[in-house]
């Protein structure tokens, strides 16, 4: 995946009770996976939303095939389901 790559995340945001904005926030223009992990955590921040109200990142590539996953605390994940032993792409990136 080099320089020539282009990375989008797509985050599902939901307020709770009372959703000020609801719906998916797109991070676009990103050039490597780090990238990605910086821009999600950054949103993330921004929003001052909580685990179950600001959602997993979603990350595709510029053909749309879901490459990774990254968590509320930042890992990089495989695009798999979740399951015992699963090791993360990367870790979170430093503040």
Same mark, same amino acid.
């Given at each position: 995946m080099g320089a020539a790559c282009?990375?989008? !995340?797509r985050i599902e945001v939901s307020a709770g009770r009372d959703p000020a904005e609801p /719906? &998916?926030? %797109?991070?676009?223009?990103? &050039?490597t996976?780090?990238?990605?992990?910086r821009a999600y955590v950054e949103a993330?921040?921004?929003a001052d939303l909580g685990a179950s109200q600001f959602g997993t990142g979603? !990350?595709?590539?510029r053909f749309g095939q879901h490459v990774a996953s990254i968590s509320y605390n /930042?890992?990089? %994940?495989? +695009? !798999? +389901? %979740?399951?015992?032993?699963? !090791?993360p792409l990367a870790e979170a990136p430093p503040p």
């Open positions: 282009s990375f989008r !995340v /719906g &998916a926030l %797109w991070l676009r223009g990103l &050039a996976l780090s990238d990605c992990q993330r921040g921004q979603e !990350v595709f590539d /930042g890992r990089l %994940w495989p +695009p !798999v +389901p %979740w399951h015992s032993g699963l !090791v």
